[in-house]
């Protein structure tokens, strides 16, 4: 894994930055606004990378919309990873997916070896207060996306 270096010209992603509230009642909120760009996304095929660091609340649908979104990764043969959860979230993995944080798709990026990484690359995180939704292409930025309260509204430029 390479990270905030050149990106593999074979890299595609869906970045998700949440923001620090993910339980349920935000998490359908959340959801709901971005329903039409999930639905778009759904058939993209691409690695799905959670930069989780930020979230402060989680419960256990933020769990079931973490495996959804695995599942997406696996059925497009693409990798998902869940980069530097917080304690909140990572005790609800600990819970409903059993095991190390290799096989639970962690990955710390200030102490793991990048080789332990499931994706190839990362983008430099980019915190966010509302949450948001890049899309790589080919090795490229193609497309950023952040919620509010009217839905998703996509950005202007590329995050790095």
Same mark, same amino acid.
């Given at each position: 894994?390479?990270?905030? =270096?050149?990106? %593999?010209?074979? #890299?595609?992603?869906?970045?998700?930055?949440?923001?620090?509230? !993910?339980?349920? =009642?935000?998490?359908?909120?959340?959801?709901?606004?971005?329903? +039409?760009?999930?639905?778009?996304?759904?058939? #993209?095929? &691409?690695?799905? !990378?959670? #930069?989780?660091?930020? *979230?402060?609340?989680?419960?256990?649908?933020?769990?079931?919309?973490?495996?959804?979104?695995?599942?997406?990764?696996? +059925?497009?043969?693409?990798?998902? !990873?869940?980069?530097?959860?917080? &304690? !909140?979230? @990572?005790?609800?993995?600990?819970? $409903?997916?059993?095991? @190390?944080?290799?096989?639970?798709? *962690?990955? $710390?990026? @200030?102490?793991?070896? &990048?080789?332990?990484?499931?994706?190839?690359?990362?983008?430099? #995180?980019?915190?966010?207060?509302?949450?948001?939704?890049?899309?790589?292409?080919?090795?490229?930025?193609?497309? =950023? $996306?952040?919620?509010?309260?009217?839905?998703?509204?996509? &950005?202007?430029?590329? %995050?790095?």
């Amino acid at each position: 894994m390479q990270q905030n =270096s050149n990106c %593999p010209s074979d #890299f595609s992603a869906v970045i998700v930055t949440p923001p620090p509230d !993910v339980s349920s =009642s935000a998490l359908d909120d959340l959801l709901n606004n971005a329903e +039409e760009l999930m639905a778009e996304l759904s058939q #993209f095929p &691409a690695h799905r !990378v959670i #930069f989780a660091r930020q *979230i402060e609340k989680a419960d256990s649908s933020t769990i079931a919309t973490l495996i959804d979104l695995a599942r997406r990764a696996t +059925e497009h043969n693409c990798k998902f !990873v869940i980069c530097d959860p917080p &304690a !909140v979230l @990572d005790n609800y993995l600990d819970i $409903y997916l059993p095991g @190390d944080d290799r096989s639970q798709c *962690i990955f $710390y990026t @200030d102490r793991d070896a &990048a080789i332990d990484c499931p994706v190839p690359w990362l983008p430099a #995180f980019q915190p966010t207060t509302c949450g948001s939704i890049d899309i790589w292409k080919n090795g490229h930025w193609h497309a =950023s $996306y952040v919620w509010t309260h009217e839905g998703m509204r996509k &950005a202007g430029a590329d %995050p790095s």
